[in-house]
């Protein structure tokens, strides 16, 4: 098969050991398979709870290219329907968050109350038998379930479990949740959109390996961000630590830092620092809360669409072959003094704001690699940095330096055994 380019697509995997074929960034049949195989099959993350707290809220999500809503219902139950109403399909909600004591579909205003049910069709008198209501519901997507009030759907019936789905990258999910003294956190802040000209596989490929990008598109933002925190991050880069780089069973990524050198905060922590500190050792004990509050939380990606980058969850949601949507929601952490959110905010305004100095030039990289990504030539990518001292490790993942690309060879292991058919 010829690709869009002119190039030859190979007959077999796409996926050769730490080879990638170039048309996964740019073919529409590709892509098509990939809706079928992974977007409409596996578990996909839509939102946190805390999006949704109080009766009747609501938020407009997509999985894969279907439009879903994920609503509290006045019985407090969190669901997701498709956003679709049961007359002729037009968008029952059309509004991105809000709450609704009910929807009603712009087209011919049959309601629908935010548990489901139909409430009214409109005109019913002309319809030639007794309409049963309970037969037009909003549909609720096939499967969902939620972790650590993370909430996941899978359009497809049957398969695995949020779980069996999920596997170790639970434990890191539970570190990031950590950095709450009270184990929980908060997405209500708001939420920058991102969209740019790529793949959207780029995103989490650019977001897990910053560590080896990060030296050369990054360095006048870590220079600065240095210069302003006082603290110095370049030690990261400095001397490579093994462990760092984590591929986990189901195609996640991980950033584990745990084995990293402490930061060395400048001056005498402020009054909040020091009431923070106090809460995290008495829920976590000296030794971890140390650790944990100096170093940086694992960052994580959850295959297919979730991932947590330093101060936000950060969701990726494909539009086309060659463009995608990017959500960046900053995280917010459960019984903390005012100031150490405040200061968590100002640290995502400087890195990942529109404005900011690192996640702009991302954007600019995965635009430019899907330009450079349609010449014709080797079509190869080649992502075998440190394939020879990669371990395996007891979670069934493998592990390895910090600049290493262990971790993508894992996401494209399981990326290249479900658009073969595997589950
Ligand atoms: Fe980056």
Not at 372 to 401: C, N, Q, Y
Request: with cysteine; charged share 25%; hydrophobic share 35%.
């Amino acid at each position: 098969m010829t690709d869009v380019n002119g190039s030859l697509i190979p007959s077999g995997s796409l996926v050769d050991g730490p080879r990638v074929h170039g048309s996964v960034y740019r073919n529409p049949d590709i892509f098509q398979r990939e809706l079928e195989r992974i977007w409409y099959k596996v578990w996909v993350y839509v939102g946190h709870e805390s999006e949704v707290p109080n009766a009747g809220d609501f938020v407009r999500r997509q999985i894969g290219l279907q439009p879903v809503l994920m609503v509290r219902g006045d019985d407090g139950k969190v669901r997701v329907f498709y956003n679709r109403c049961r007359h002729r399909a037009n968008l029952v909600c059309l509004t991105e968050t809000g709450n609704a004591e009910k929807f009603v579909c712009p087209y011919h205003a049959w309601s629908y109350a935010n548990t489901g049910e139909l409430l009214e069709p409109t005109f019913d008198e002309g319809y030639n038998y007794d309409l049963d209501k309970s037969r037009f519901p909003l549909v609720e997507v096939a499967r969902q379930d939620s972790y650590r009030g993370l909430m996941f759907a899978s359009v497809a019936p049957e398969g695995i479990t949020l779980t069996e789905h999920l596997g170790p990258v639970s434990e890191f999910i539970d570190m990031f949740m950590g950095l709450s003294p009270e184990g929980e956190i908060t997405l209500d802040v708001g939420c920058q959109k991102v969209r740019y000209k790529g793949n959207w596989k780029y995103m989490p490929e650019n977001s897990m390996e910053g560590d080896y990008h990060g030296p050369f598109i990054h360095k006048i933002a870590f220079e600065l961000y240095s210069r302003s925190s006082g603290l110095d991050v370049s030690a990261l880069h400095e001397e490579e630590i093994p462990d760092v780089i984590r591929s986990l069973p189901g195609g996640h990524m991980v950033e584990d830092y745990r084995g990293a050198p402490l930061f060395k905060r400048p001056g005498e922590p402020s009054a909040a620092r020091k009431e923070y500190a106090a809460k995290m050792i008495e829920r976590h004990g000296e030794k971890l809360a140390t650790q944990m509050m100096g170093t940086m939380a694992p960052l994580l990606f959850v295959f297919p669409n979730m991932m947590y980058v330093m101060t936000h969850i950060r969701t990726v949601q494909p539009v086309s072959v060659g463009e995608t949507n990017s959500y960046y929601y900053p995280v917010m952490l459960k019984g903390v003094p005012g100031e150490i959110n405040a200061a968590r905010l100002s640290d995502h305004q400087f890195m990942f704001g529109s404005a900011g100095f690192v996640s702009p030039d991302d954007v600019e990289i995965m635009e430019r690699n899907q330009i450079g990504m349609k010449a014709v030539g080797d079509d190869w990518l080649f992502i075998g940095r440190g394939e020879h001292r990669e371990r395996d490790m007891p979670d069934g993942g493998r592990s390895g330096f910090t600049m290493d690309e262990t971790h993508l060879r894992g996401f494209w292991r399981h990326y290249a055994s479900l658009m073969e058919g595997g589950a």
